[in-house]
């Protein structure tokens, strides 16, 4: 069963910390470099972060230095650190696939950063 469960999000202060997790079916998870996309309102989804199976990632240059990504192989999950957040981190968090399946979206997680 394909399954991608976002969770994590919240509404925080500028400056503060949030970490996202989302579970991934084992038939997915173990074949596929991951990513964390988010979507703000008006705007169209963009990629914030990604992984390999062996561990290397990428990041968009907006969240450079602030957040990390990593994956738990065992327990198929990836996750999200997100520091020093800011107003413009606000946006609804996904994850899904390298390159994206458009039939592997999930619920998303709200990221609210107030200033």
């Known amino acids: 069963q394909v399954q991608l469960v976002e969770s994590g999000g919240g509404l925080v202060q500028a400056g503060g910390s949030l970490r996202l997790t989302c579970v991934v079916s084992r038939v997915i998870f173990s074949t596929n470099a991951m990513a964390w996309y988010r979507q703000a309102a008006g705007k169209q989804r963009e990629l914030v972060a990604s992984?390999?199976?062996?561990?290397?990632?990428n990041y968009a240059d907006s969240v450079k230095e602030r957040f990390t990504i990593s994956r738990d192989n065992a327990e198929n999950t990836v996750y999200l650190q997100m520091n020093n957040l800011k107003p413009e981190d606000t946006a609804v968090y996904y994850c899904?696939?390298?390159?994206?399946?458009?039939?592997?979206w999930g619920q998303g997680t709200q990221v609210t950063v107030s200033s």
């Open positions: 899904n696939t390298v390159p994206l399946r458009k039939n592997y």
């Open positions: 992984i390999t199976g062996g561990g290397s990632t």
